[in-house]
T-cell receptor
Framework: KAGVTQTPRYLIKTRGQQVTLSCSPI?????VSWYQQTPGQGLQFLFE???????NKGNFPGRFSGRQFSNSRSEMNVSTLELGDSALYLC???FGTGDYTFGSGTRLTVV | QKEVEQNSGPLSVPEGAIASLNCTYS??????FFWYRQYSGKSPELIMF????GDKEDGRFTAQLNKASQYVSLLIRDSQPSDSATYLC?????????????FGRGTSLIVHP
């Protein structure tokens, strides 16, 4: 079966710009969660969507937002990019039980 | 602040040995516990999860949970060089459909021939 698909794989943005990342979950998975991974902080939870509703949110500023569509696909948006937002952004999907399957990630570099 | 602590390693074991990876967590209300493996440059992949105290075995892997002592461990029997990776412990806490996962920083495992 197809896995979790994230696009794009790589992005380079300028400080102050905004960016939108996309995630297509495994078919049948209604939960999509987003994570930021950096060498310094490890893997940190951003938010989770379930059936188009944000169910949980991590400790990130309001510049980080997301949404989920009726087909369970999800997007994450980061506005007013800062240098510290450079990271690997991972999307994961599950049936809602926490046994996540991760996508390959989007490597975001802010210059 | 919910915390999940892991020794960063590296943990180096010879091929064929048992690798023991440990994780402690701060929130006594945590309900579910997960082990992920992450190869360098790749995304994490789920190895196994455990909800109840005791041991859970899956092939060469055994997860052990002790809620009273707030630790969870992963044993890898007959370690292979292909097991060399970073192992992430994740703890999920919450209720009523609202669950927050917290990941440890991971333990680097090196299995040498």
């Amino acid at each position: 079966k197809a896995g979790v698909t994230q696009t794009p794989r790589y992005l380079i943005k300028t400080r102050g710009q905004q960016v939108t990342l996309s995630c297509s979950p495994i078919s049948g998975h209604r939960s999509v969660s987003w994570y930021q991974q950096t060498p310094g902080q490890g893997l940190q939870f951003l938010f989770e969507y379930f059936s188009e509703t944000q169910r949980n949110k991590g400790n990130f500023p309001g510049r980080f937002s997301g949404r989920q569509f009726s087909n369970s696909r999800s997007e994450m948006n980061v506005s007013t990019l800062e240098l510290g937002d450079s990271a690997l952004y991972l999307c994961a999907s599950s049936f809602g039980t926490g046994d996540y399957t991760f996508g390959s990630g989007t490597r975001l570099t802010v210059v | 602040q919910k915390e999940v602590e892991q020794n960063s390693g590296p943990l180096s074991v010879p091929e064929g040995a048992i690798a023991s990876l440990n994780c402690t967590y701060s929130d006594r209300g945590s309900q579910s516990f997960f082990w992920y493996r992450q190869y360098s440059g790749k995304s994490p992949e789920l190895i196994m999860f455990i909800y109840s105290n005791g041991d859970k075995e899956d092939g060469r892997f055994t997860a052990q949970l002790n809620k009273a002592s707030q630790y969870v461990s992963l044993l890898i029997r007959d370690s292979q060089p292909s097991d060399s990776a970073t192992y992430l412990c994740a703890v999920r806490t919450g209720s009523g459909g609202s669950y927050i996962p917290t990941f440890g920083r991971g333990t680097s495992l090196i299995v040498h021939p």
